[in-house]
């Protein structure tokens, strides 16, 4: 009788599965355990998470670490993720050329335009002439207010107002003329004093049409058509906001700097292919489809790429502890994205939208990080381990647990950092493929669409339905339903969108709307898992037709996802193939699908 731990190391968790082999060679599942894993994927630091999961396990049986006869580990190749930006010409501005900004309270609506003015000088302002109020939070509302309308009667033009405080609606109610007010001006001493200057305000449910577009901006300013290229960031970022301010300075300075994407060298044993970030995810994906058996992927140096990928490397190499030679880069998964752009010279921490391609990287070593993987379980353990089989080979062995599958079977293993896919028929032959990207790249893409720089956040929206809190008694979730409350929500989650994590709401701190974010978030998963597994099966297939496939078992921790298995059969369902998530041994859902592998494949 021998008792077996199988160990699937993963991106983001390391599941173990304990089996029994009995003496008449007959094999028992035990338990199980889900630990996060500790390190980076194929480096020694897994061991502590292994450790941690075996003896969670164990435990579950009444039983030892010592009593396991053998430790089986899959082969581990990590998946990195990051972002190189297309070819951005970034327009640096100093003094002030051109500013751009959107609060979330403006007050009023309209257009206006003048001359920038401080309040502390309003009394010296002249009759018939144009004006921009300068207001800085010292001063309140209800100084303000009065002294605007005192300029009015006098025949002083006050056609707008800049505001430091969170007061635009309060001074607009309070005045006898309609001006467009912008408030929360973080700097508003950088707002540079007798400019010309442009305030809109759209009307409730409106967004602006004039500053949010650089012939708008031209126009307003009688600009030359070299100075209207340099309005364009601002243009950009001021896109679908309510309300605007744009300055101009005489003295400005703008300089231009060009942050090349560079190129791409796809390496293969019979030539070298070479792709432009800039042609966008698609052409790359398409080059990629069509190099058999990829040697290494590197970047132009000095470019975004070239030290993004360079990035991977010495990072790999570093926490292997192997020379940076022996790290390769097997396969990419490039995803056309947009990237928050911080608007040099804004005086609210202004961003615009920029192109970007989203690339997830795995890094292949030779066998070596696994032994000393191996090497270290075994000496803290005591008990004798083997690298055992690639990932979805082990996988497809443990999805055919799941009741009412047969051979032939595939799998599309959907993790944290790759989609694996494997083909076992009746002979047991087996075909598998291992791709760069899984939910790792869409929490990545959520967090950068979005503006977040929270990725914890980001994880959260990518796993969890969202809802408007619509009132302190009222929600309304992303589904349409309407859900009501006997006691009052919390007065923070008010207005706000939040994340509905069972029964936790998390209030997601970022203006954009439920829609659009749900938008962000199911275009990401399609993008990233429904063209993987698309990828990943047209090369398993039978003649690599996708229709030769009877029937596909969806495994891994994103398997769990409650939209992603969805996104997936859906496109599936086209050819006419049967797919479902697993239930692996009956009882662990689509999850320890490799790890059960291990075991099985021990007899």
């Known amino acids: ?84 930006m ?17 609060p979330k309270t403006p007050g009023g609506f309209g257009i206006g335009k003048g001359i920038t003015l401080h309040f502390d000088h309003i009394e010296k302002a002249e009759a018939n002439k144009q004006y921009i109020l300068v207001i800085p939070e010292y001063i309140p509302f209800d100084v303000a207010a009065p002294a605007i309308n005192n300029a009015l009667k006098k025949g002083v033009q006050i056609n707008g107002a800049i505001v430091q405080s969170d007061e635009a609606v309060l001074i ?44 708008g901006i031209a126009s307003m300013f009688n600009l030359t058509p070299e100075q209207t290229k340099y309005v364009v960031p601002i243009a950009k970022s001021l896109i679908g906001n309510r309300s605007a301010v744009v300055i101009k300075t005489p003295s400005g300075e703008v300089k231009e700097r060009v942050i090349p994407a560079g190129k791409l060298y796809i390496k293969s044993q019979k030539h070298i292919e070479t792709i432009d970030i800039d042609s966008g995810a698609e052409e790359i994906m398409n080059l990629l489809s069509k190099i058999d058996n990829i040697e290494d992927i590197e970047g132009e140096s000095g470019t975004n790429i070239g030290g993004m990928l360079s990035n991977v490397k010495s990072n790999m190499a570093y926490l292997t502890g192997e020379a ?62 083997e690298i055992a089989g690639v990932e979805a080979v082990m996988a497809a062995l443990g999805a055919l647990t799941t009741p009412g599958t047969k051979l032939p079977i595939a799998i599309l293993d959907m993790g944290g950092g790759s989609t694996d896919a494997a083909l076992l028929d009746e002979k047991g032959t087996v075909k598998s493929i291992h791709l760069a990207g899984a939910g790792e790249l869409v929490t990545m893409i959520i967090n950068s669409e979005m503006g977040l720089s929270n990725r914890t956040i980001a994880e959260e929206i990518k796993k969890h339905p969202l809802a408007k809190v619509e009132s302190l008694y009222q929600i309304r979730v992303e589904n349409g339903y309407t ?110 699908a490799v790890a059960t592998g291990l075991v099985i494949s021990y007899l």
Do not use: W
């Not at 094999?27 to 980076?40: I, Q």
């Not at 297309?86 to 959107?102: A, D, V």
């Open 172 to 215: 607009s109610n309070r005045i006898n003329k309609t001006i467009p007010i912008v408030d929360e001006v973080k700097y508003i001493d950088k707002v540079p004093l007798g400019m010309p200057c442009i305030l809109e305000v759209a009307d409730t449910g409106k967004t602006i049409q004039t500053l949010s577009n650089p012939y």
């Open 324 to 385: 940076i030679e022996n790290i390769k880069i097997k396969d990419i998964l490039a995803i056309d994205t947009v990237i928050p752009l911080k608007v040099r010279g804004g005086i609210a921490e202004e961003t615009a939208m920029e192109n970007a391609v989203a690339i997830a990287a795995m890094v292949k070593t030779d066998r070596l990080p696994m032994k000393k993987i191996a090497e270290k379980l075994q000496a803290e353990t005591g008990v004798y381990v």
């Open 1 to 84: 009788m021998k008792l077996i731990a199988g160990v699937d190391i993963g991106n983001s968790t390391t599941e173990v599965c304990i089996g029994r082999i009995k003496d008449d060679s007959s094999l028992e599942f035990l338990s199980s355990s889900m630990v996060f894993t500790t390190g980076a994927k194929g480096t020694a630091e897994n061991v502590k998470g292994i450790i941690r999961g075996i003896e969670e396990a164990v435990s579950k049986v009444n039983l030892k670490v010592s009593d396991i006869d053998i430790i089986r580990i899959n082969e581990a190749a990590p998946v990195i993720g990051d972002t190189a």
């Open 483 to 592: 859900k009501f409350f006997d006691e009052p929500l919390r007065p923070e989650l008010y207005g706000r969108v939040v994340i509905l994590k069972g029964e936790e709401m998390i209030p997601i701190l970022n203006d954009m709307s439920m829609e659009k974010i749900v938008e962000i978030r199911k275009v990401a998963k399609k993008k990233v898992f429904v063209q993987n597994a698309l990828r990943a099966l047209s090369i398993i297939a039978p003649m690599n037709n996708i229709r030769n496939i009877p029937n596909i078992v969806l495994v891994g921790g994103s398997a769990l996802d409650f939209e992603i298995p969805e996104l997936v059969m859906e496109e599936l369902s086209k050819y006419k193939i049967v797919c479902g998530r697993g239930n692996i041994r009956k009882v662990e859902g689509p999850r320890n």
């Open 86 to 102: 297309e070819t951005i010409t970034e327009t640096i501005i100093t003094e002030s050329t051109m500013i751009g900004h959107n």
